[in-house]
């Protein structure tokens, strides 16, 4: 009996064509949205050009790819993350269809890195509910009005690392009961925004967070501040530190590597009503350009701008004006070392 059979160069062919219907077939998935399914798992090299999630589902990613094109967030849905997930350069957030509608996030430690901007839809809340860092390399975080809100879920911590932040104007951007660490961060404040941070949450200042633009940043309530060792606040020209709080000591300086750098920026110990203006201790106070210390015409120490407690040397601020500064004292600015 003849047998029949391919020659080699009929199997290279063949070959070629499987491979190049697989790559068509990756290609029209790639282009089409990826609408997913209540408690699906997304797994794997699977490109996504898109991404919906429906309305009070759980959705878990773990895909090596970059995600491209808008992902939609329907009301109420939790996006969970069980690794690294990766952003493409053109990335857009959509939620709900109403306004004050709401998604979550369970980062469950694991990194957001963007590639490209981002925006906070209008009107709508971006809620973290599990550990998250969110890795701008170098690009922007921006809230599209003042309704847009990043809410940190108690027991949460939501680092936000090399990016930029716009659009802070307010006191619903950034809110919670959880903590916000700034490592490596610019905030982008023109000269008539209020950034205000109020609550009972705790925002925490790692390596350089920079102030630009000659705007407000605001710690009312009962929130807190912490600079870690080796890190600085740096308020820049005209921009303006103010401390409108319950909590006198709620500013903590871990150590003398911990500094506040005013190049040109102003501190506002607000002492009007329940605010109590603002001690500091530990930590590093720097002076350059033309600066104010404002504490509304205070003469009570109680309500100062006070620097160090007067009891314990490990608590004396370290202050050094360096040449060409100016500043100005409007108010009681205590001076109280322990030695």
């Known amino acids: 009996m003849r047998r029949f059979g391919c020659s080699n160069s009929l199997k290279k ?15 029209c998935a790639a282009s089409k949205k990826r609408v997913c399914r209540d408690g699906e798992t997304i797994e794997g090299f699977v490109p996504l050009n898109g991404v919906s999630l ?31 997930l990766h952003t493409a350069s053109h990335i857009n957030f959509a939620i709900g269809q109403n306004c004050s509608d709401c998604a ?13 901007d981002i925006n906070v839809p209008a009107s709508r809340s971006l809620h973290i509910a599990g550990d998250l860092t ?19 879920h108690e027991h949460c911590t939501l680092t936000l690392r090399n990016l ?40 925490e200042v790692r390596s350089l967070v920079s102030v630009q633009g000659g705007g407000k940043l605001v710690f009312g309530g009962r929130s807190s501040l912490k600079i870690d060792s080796f890190s600085t606040l740096w308020m820049d020209s005209d921009t303006t530190l103010h401390w409108k709080n319950q909590t006198r000591t709620g500013l903590v300086m871990v150590d003398e590597t911990s500094r506040i750098f005013l190049n040109g920026g102003n501190i506002h110990a607000d002492a009007k009503g329940e605010n109590k203006g603002l001690q500091l201790t530990k930590g590093t106070l720097l002076l350059d350009n033309r600066c104010m210390i404002q504490n509304d015409g205070n003469t009570s120490a109680t309500r100062s701008f006070q620097l160090g407690d007067g009891r314990n040397t490990a608590n004396d601020v370290d202050v050094k004006v360096l040449a060409g500064a100016l500043v100005e004292v409007d108010g009681y600015m205590d001076f109280n070392p322990a030695r």
Request: glycine share 12%; proline share 3%; aromatic share 10%.
């Open 13 to 27: 062919c063949l070959i070629m064509v499987l491979i190049l219907l697989q790559g068509s077939a990756l290609f």
């Open 54 to 84: 429906p309305s009070k589902s759980d959705v878990y990613f773990n895909v090596p790819l970059p995600v491209q094109g808008i992902v939609e967030f329907g009301a109420d849905c939790t996006m969970h993350l069980m690794s690294d």
């Open 104 to 116: 979550y996030i369970n980062g469950q430690g694991y990194t957001l890195f963007l590639g490209g």
């Open 134 to 152: 969110i890795d701008g390399n170098g690009y922007t975080i921006c809230f599209e009005d003042l309704l847009s809100e990043i809410y940190v």
């Open 164 to 203: 930029i932040l716009r659009g802070w104007d307010g006191n619903c951007q950034l809110a919670g009961q959880g903590r916000v660490v700034l490592q490596d961060c610019e905030i982008d404040l023109s000269p008539e925004m209020v950034a205000e941070y109020e609550g009972d949450g705790e925002v």
